[in-house]
């Protein structure tokens, strides 16, 4: 997983071994944690989480079975 761009907080590229995705993700501080929401970015292979905003970008190919 990496973060990308001047606006760091809001965009977050992940690939096959961040799946299944979730967030606020494992390096979330605390105080930014809101209820886990699982993301389906492999699908459309960009989403929005609807709580805190942040867009996650998958790169790589897509991962069996989907």
Same mark, same amino acid.
């Given at each position: ?5 001047? =606006? %760091? ?5 992940? =690939?096959?071994? =961040? @799946?299944? @995705?979730?967030?606020? %993700? ?27 905003? %942040? ?12």
């Amino acid at each position: 997983m990496s973060i990308q761009g001047a =606006d %760091t907080a809001r965009r977050v590229e992940v =690939d096959a071994k =961040d @799946l299944p @995705l979730h967030c606020p %993700t494992a390096a979330a501080p605390l105080w930014a944690r809101h209820p886990r929401v699982f993301l389906d970015v492999a699908k459309a292979g960009e989403i929005k989480c609807p709580y805190c905003g %942040t867009v996650f970008v998958y790169k790589g190919p897509a991962p069996k079975g989907h």
